[in-house]
């Protein structure tokens, strides 16, 4: 299997929301989590998105993740190699956003990095280097009060380089409204002082799309779906595949059993979700300090889910509210505390797949990451959109067989999206 487009995802929402935004452009893609075994059978494809749970490890773990599935999708023929990251550009001033940028470039042989995550389907675009979360700063949005990874600053170009070791420069709109030639003469006035990354504007598709095109020529870029999206249109241009064969009949035949969802997400919207799917369906809201308590509070989640769940949809959600969550770190912190629910919510997720659970939505990144890595799927076929950025999910070379999954985002979909996702997914 020789692929086009090689594509390192620091979580597996974002992989999902890769692969679905490669697909709608016209590559057939397939998502695998972490490095396939060889034993795996893919299909014939034309990107493959490796996901990775790599946003928030230590710098030196995810530059070690991450250079070993670009060695590995370079074997397997890819030219140009994007690392996915978040359209809310979430990172610390350690990374891990510039080092594992950094290091794929040195692996692939230096050279400047063009870096957008600019994604204007889904609200977020850069002006003048600065992040816009629809008509808000980065700084202003609820990503202010992310549990993980708070964004205190909109200015991409001052975020970068407090985690870069190279300088990091700017290509405005005003040289990507102006062209392709443009954006190479600025490239080529950036790399005469040195500059190593650049972050660039984008307010509409065609800016991605000009953006696309420039960022084949190299060997690695750095963006969310948006430049995804740039890239695949710009692979079809260029005549190496064919538009149209990104559809996989296989990835919505029906698969049967039950259905659940489960939530680790504090972001509004999925507060939003959980507030309406409560009109419709039973949903279990966990006690946060109860779960960093003891193994109780998971028992008794599985125990009263299994006990409703052959009537229909259940909902189980660990999600809280910002100050509460702001309390639980205080006390336990950050890190202990982000854990105990990532492994809480993974669990019970895996306790109803044991339970007969077929398909199943997980919100939240971290928690999709650890759900998905306790189920020990290895890859997943690309079905139909649900939402921006969120696809049904099909497994490949699953041990529990054929399931749906749905793995949102936070800040993801409107505010029936459980109930959308579940009718997609019958």
Known sequence: MAILLGSIADDYTGASDLANTLTKNGL?????????????????????????????????????????????????????????????????????????????????GGGIVLVTPAFPETGRTVYLGHLFVGSQPLNESPLKDHPLSPMHDANLVRVLTRQSQGAVGLIDLAAIAAGPDAVRARL???????????????????????????????????GASGLGLGLARALVRSGRISAGGAVTTDAMRPVGGLSAIVAGSCSKATLRQL?????????????????????????????????????????????????????????????ASGHAIETATSIIAAELVERGVKRLVVAGGETSGAAVDRLAIPAFLIGPEIAPGVPVLRTVGNAQGDMLLVLKSGNFGGEDFFAAALAMMN
Request: net charge negative; proline share 7%.
């Open 28 to 108: 057939r893609t397939v998502q695998t989590v972490g490095i396939p075994d060889p034993s795996l059978a893919l299909p014939d494809v034309d990107a493959v998105v490796v996901s990775l749970k790599i946003r928030s490890v230590p710098a030196p773990d995810a530059v070690a993740a991450a250079t070993s599935a670009e060695r590995w999708l370079r074997r397997r023929g890819a030219s140009h190699v994007l690392y996915k990251i978040c359209s809310t550009f979430d990172s610390t001033d350690t990374g891990n956003i510039g080092p594992v940028t950094e290091a794929l470039s040195d692996a692939a």
């Open 188 to 222: 080529d006035a950036l790399r005469t002082t040195g500059i190593t990354l650049a972050i660039a504007d984008a307010i509409f598709e065609r800016d991605l799309e000009t953006l696309g095109e420039i960022a084949l020529e190299t060997p690695v870029s750095t």
């Open 275 to 335: 507030d309406v799917a409560e009109r419709s369906m039973p949903v279990l809201r966990l006690d946060p300090e109860r779960l960093l308590a003891g193994p109780d509070e998971i028992a008794a989640a599985i125990a009263w889910a299994g006990d409703r769940i052959a009537a229909g949809p259940v909902v189980v959600a660990a999600s809280a509210a910002p100050e509460t969550v702001s309390r639980l770190q205080s006390l336990y912190g950050r890190e």
